[in-house]
């Protein structure tokens, strides 16, 4: 056997060898664990952020807010927010997380303010109980 036979032998010899350790290292890495899906759905997303604040924007325009008023409520909205992404679209939990926000919400609200806010929820309960809206 020539040289040339011996080093190229050898080469294909060390990639054969490099290849293999390379997939049993790949093969046997530890994966690590998938996070529980409970945690997922307790996190808000950006997604029901940007939601949060986009009915916080129709509710500041709605309801003709002043500035401090929207400071005041801005937490509320927010605690809300997660709490709504988390319970099933037309659910009587949701309607009763939105009543329990207007209720909140009202120290804040001036007397006007008030009567809006109650059309806003009495809308949603029609909608709940698929009364047409007028």
């Known amino acids: 056997m020539n040289t040339l036979s011996v080093r190229f032998l050898s080469a294909a010899l060390m990639t054969v060898v490099f290849v293999c350790g390379f997939l049993a290292g790949r093969l046997t890495a530890p994966t690590p664990l998938a996070e529980p899906a409970i945690e997922t759905i307790e996190t808000p997303t950006d997604a029901s952020l940007a939601t949060s604040r986009r009915v916080m924007r129709r509710y500041i325009e709605d309801l003709d807010l002043t500035r401090e008023q929207s400071r005041q409520l801005r937490p509320l909205f927010e605690s809300t927010g997660k709490r709504m992404v ?45 009364r047409p809206i007028q």
């Open 86 to 130: 988390l319970l099933p679209k037309n659910s009587e939990d949701r309607l009763r997380e939105l009543e329990r926000f207007h209720k909140e919400m009202d120290p804040v609200l001036s007397p006007e303010q008030r009567i809006i806010s109650k059309e806003i929820l009495d809308r949603a309960r029609e909608m709940k109980q698929g």
